[in-house]
């Protein structure tokens, strides 16, 4: 499947909604994007604005619930349409965002920003073997972030780190 990638800053034009599908949970919303120029006298004048779904899924949800209304920001992604029928029968579709990243616009607000702790901390024992185990690590080598997914493990714990030359 061919995807775009693209980037918007602007604002959230609606309250982000929480639902789940299936076993997974998505947060969405909606960005403007809003183009002014500078007028000869100085004045601003108002030109086009670009309205975006976002949808986020996995880890991004935990981030997203954060978020409110009017919140200056900027999401990454890949974007893509979606066609639908109205209720009348006509044919429609609207610019989609799956969203990979979200932050704040450091241009229009200032943060505090807070990371999630890890419920244990990932400590590596070499099996007879010479494969490394661990609670937290699964078999791939994957470990476990503490929001229920797998993140690539740090590269002394997962034994994946750069080979070094003499």
Known sequence: MFETPFAIVGNIV???????????????????????????DGSWEAGNSLFVNVNCWGRLVTGASALVKGDPGVVVGHLYTSEYDDREGNRRSSIE???????????????????????????????????????????????DDGFGEESEADDEASGRGLPLTA
């Open 14 to 40: 609606t309250d982000p909604v929480h639902r789940r599908v299936g076993d997974q949970q998505v947060t969405k919303f909606r960005v403007a994007s809003n183009s002014r120029r500078r007028m000869p």
């Open 97 to 143: 965002l799956r969203a990979h990243a979200i932050g704040p616009d450091l241009a229009r607000s200032t943060v505090r920003v807070e990371l999630p702790k890890r419920t244990e901390p990932a400590v590596a024992e070499r099996k007879p073997d010479g494969n490394l185990t661990d609670g937290n690590l699964t078999e791939d080598g994957l470990a």
